[in-house]
Nanobody, 119 residues
């Protein structure tokens, strides 16, 4: 089992910034990929950004240049710095991790943290 706990969501005005954090705990050998997804009401969950343990990153086109994902492998944490936020980015943001455990490869999700961007 891998548990993910997110923090850092909240209410911000358009153009503002927020920093999301996610901490992983549990029994695992390694966390291969950590990432952030978001889901707005009535829409599908979508990838925002992800980062491998090597440091390689991938971003949704809509957030490139404004969001930065980073991780601390020693602390099993991942962060998402979100700048120049837009109202349409209001959503629940979920931390995701792909881990190697004694039971094989598993995918874990956090409980979600709400980000609300006011216009």
């Amino acid at each position: 089992q891998v548990q993910l706990v997110e923090s850092g969501g909240g209410l911000v005005q358009a153009g503002g910034f927020l920093r999301l954090s996610c901490a992983a705990s549990g029994r695992f050998f390694s966390i291969n990929v950590m990432g952030w997804y978001r889901q707005a009401p009535g829409k599908q969950r979508e990838l925002v950004a992800a980062i491998r343990s090597s440091g390689n990153t991938v971003y949704a086109d809509s957030v490139k240049g404004r969001f930065t994902i980073s991780r601390d492998n020693a602390k099993n944490t991942v962060h998402l710095q979100m700048n120049s936020l837009k109202p349409e980015e209001t959503a629940a943001y979920y931390c995701n991790a792909n881990s190697t455990t004694g039971w094989g490869h598993i995918t874990s999700w956090g409980q979600g943290t709400q980000v609300t961007v006011s216009s």
